[in-house]
Structures are given as C-alpha cells and as structure tokens.
C-alpha cells in the first residue's frame, strides 16, 4: 500500500501562504521577522505546564 501525504499543514506553512496578503509595511510582517531576536522561549515558559507543555 503506498503512503498518503498528510493533509494537516505545518506552522511553517503560513511564511508561503500569507507572504502576499501581509504587507510589508505592516507591523505584524515586522513581527514575524524581527520577533525571535525579540522574544526568548523562556519568556513564554511559565505559560506552559511542566508535565505536558500545555
């Protein structure tokens, strides 16, 4: 039996998907490629529970 490709998109989907809707100008397009020298993991982690990550 051949193998399906999964229909389920990955985050990383979205840089292909939105790249021409969000302007460039635009403060969310500044956030996207400026926010992880911005913000740490770390800086989100106690949003997170420690025994399952959610």
């Known amino acids: 039996m051949m193998g399906k490709k999964s229909s389920q998109k990955s985050f ?32 989100f982690a106690e949003m997170y529970c420690e025994d399952n990550g959610r």
């Open 12 to 43: 990383h989907d979205a840089d292909y998907i939105c790249e021409d809707v969000v302007p460039k100008d635009s403060f969310y397009h500044s956030l996207h490629r400026l926010g992880s020298s911005l913000f740490d993991d770390e800086d």
